[in-house]
C-alpha cells in the first residue's frame, strides 16, 4: 500500500512563509508522470496550486504564480512548497497528489494518489 504523508502546515500571520513537504513512495514510481500541490477549504472545492511534470513542464494557478514554489527531491521522494507572502485568503487543508498521465495543475481528476492533508491559517 501506498502511504503518502504530508508536513510542514501551521498558522502564520500574513505576509509571513511556510514550507510544506510531501513524502511517498509512488514519487520514485516512473510511472508518475507530475507530482503537485492542491488545497481546499471548507464550502469550497478542491483546486490545484501547482504542479511539475517528468518532461519538465510546470504549471500554476494565477494566485499563487511568483509566491509559492514547487520542487521534488527524487532522491527523498519528496515534494516540497515553499509559501511565501501568504494571505487569508490562502488559509486551507493542502494536498500533494500525483499523476500518471501529464496534465496540468487544474485536471484534478487526473491525479490518482492523495495524501490526507496539512491545514495552513494565515490570520491576523
Known amino acids: 500500500q501506498v502511504h503518502v504523508v504530508e508536513s510542514g502546515g501551521g498558522s502564520v500571520q500574513p505576509g509571513e512563509s511556510l514550507r510544506l513537504s510531501c513524502k511517498a513512495s509512488?514519487?520514485?514510481?516512473?510511472?508518475?508522470?507530475?507530482m503537485g500541490w492542491f488545497r481546499q477549504s471548507p464550502g469550497k472545492e478542491r483546486e490545484g496550486g501547482g504542479i511539475?511534470?517528468?518532461?519538465?513542464?510546470?504549471s500554476y494557478t494565477n494566485s499563487v504564480k511568483g509566491r509559492f514554489t514547487i520542487s521534488q527531491d527524487n532522491a527523498e521522494n519528496t515534494l516540497n512548497l515553499e509559501m511565501n507572502s501568504l494571505r487569508p485568503e490562502d488559509t486551507a487543508t493542502y494536498y500533494c497528489?500525483?499523476?500518471?498521465?501529464?496534465?496540468?495543475?487544474?485536471?484534478?481528476?487526473?491525479?490518482?494518489?492523495w495524501g490526507h492533508g496539512t491545514q495552513v491559517t494565515v490570520s491576523s
Open positions: 497528489a500525483t499523476s500518471r498521465v501529464y496534465t496540468f495543475y487544474s485536471a484534478i481528476n487526473d491525479f490518482s494518489f
Open positions: 509512488i514519487f520514485s514510481d516512473v510511472l508518475v508522470k507530475c
Open positions: 511539475i511534470c517528468r518532461d519538465g513542464s510546470e
